[in-house]
């Protein structure tokens, strides 16, 4: 699986940015994919996660900002990022997991996916 994130850049706070992660060789079924942040110095922490069904997963801090979907004939996926923060700024990852986990809850752990992208840097100032 080949994912590769694009989207990223500088922006002012308050600012949106939409990101994309274009998926080669995916998962066709039960399988999930999300989002994750990373700061210099700090862990990847989750953002947000979608399955196969549908179920989306958002983390409470960026909750009400960030929104994540997908489009299933583009092999691509999406997060839409609205009010940017000066403490949005990191490296965003792109992440695909080949098994849809239990419970929603589970979409935010990072032990839920196998592949990843390189990362997109994004720069609120």
């Known amino acids: 699986v080949q994912l590769v994130e694009s989207g990223g850049g500088s922006v002012q706070a308050g600012g949106s940015l939409r990101l994309s992660c274009v998926v080669s060789?995916?998962?066709?079924?039960?399988?999930?994919m999300g989002w994750f942040r990373q700061v210099p110095g700090n862990e990847r922490e989750p953002l947000a996660s979608i399955d196969s069904d549908g179920r989306t997963s958002v983390a409470d801090s960026v909750k009400g900002r960030f929104t994540i979907s997908q489009d299933g004939a583009k092999n691509t996926l999406y997060l839409i990022m609205n009010n940017l923060k000066a403490e949005d700024t990191g490296i965003y990852y792109c992440a695909a997991g080949r098994f849809t986990p239990p419970h929603a809850r589970q979409l935010l752990l990072e032990t839920e996916y196998d592949d990843w992208g390189q990362g997109t840097q994004v720069t609120v100032s």
């Open positions: 060789g995916g998962y066709t079924s039960n399988y999930c």
